[in-house]
């Protein structure tokens, strides 16, 4: 039930965010995707590495050539990637993917004419990221933000105060009009969460 995203423009080079790729259909339609769209695949990009975030990571490397970056307070989070699939019981052979490069606050990921920032928002992970298009008013959320809800702060790395303060100094002071992509479930606006949000 996690969201994988594939942002591209019209030159194809395309990042994919999140690639939480876990079932062989799910690897097929995501290659498919790419193959059918003729993308060249620049970035792999977590987010963050909450296992079901990183469960395509390997499919990914090893199909598109391309090593993922995420933030290095993350990173510790691969090696318990096998461990905690077996504790969730995911009856899968899941291999873990080392990162090629880490992303922080101010960074800028590049496709063609397309710009994505990075934003550092701590708190539901420490080293949790966000992906902003200012041109076109897009937000890769991730687990920070979800329609009328916020990520779940009581995993390692989590802090309930710091999570608020973050996605109100630097989300909620984005243009209303932005549309957000969660990590789960539907994509809301920053406008909306603003007004229902229940959490902010
Ligand atoms: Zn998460
Ligand atoms: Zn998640």
Redesign the pocket.
């Known amino acids: 039930m996690e969201n994988t995203y594939v942002v591209w423009d019209e030159s194809n080079e395309a990042a994919i965010i999140d690639c939480g790729c876990l079932y062989e259909n799910e690897e097929t339609q995501l290659k498919q995707f790419i193959d059918d769209n003729k993308l060249i695949v620049k970035y792999l990009i977590n987010t ?1 590495l ?1 296992l ?2 990183q469960f395509g990571n390997y499919f990914a490397a090893q199909t598109f050539g391309v090593l993922p970056k995420a933030h290095k307070d993350d990173e510790k989070l691969i090696a318990n990637l096998k461990s905690q699939a077996m504790m969730f019981g995911i009856p899968s052979e899941v291999e873990a993917q080392n990162l090629g490069g880490y992303l922080d606050e101010k960074d800028e990921i590049r496709l063609g004419n397309t710009i994505l920032k990075v934003i550092h928002i701590p708190g ?2 420490a080293g ?1 990221l966000c992906f902003y298009n200012e041109k076109e008013k897009v937000l890769f959320s ?2 920070v933000l979800f329609a009328d809800s916020i ?2 702060t009581d ?1 390692p790395g989590g802090n309930f105060e710091q999570l608020i303060t973050n996605i109100k100094q630097k989300l909620l002071t984005l243009p209303d009009e932005t549309v957000v992509f969660c ?1 789960h479930g539907e994509s809301t606006t920053i406008g909306k969460e603003k007004q229902h949000n229940p959490f902010l």
């Open positions: 963050h909450h079901d975030h539901h992970s949790h991730g687990d990520g779940r995993l990590g």
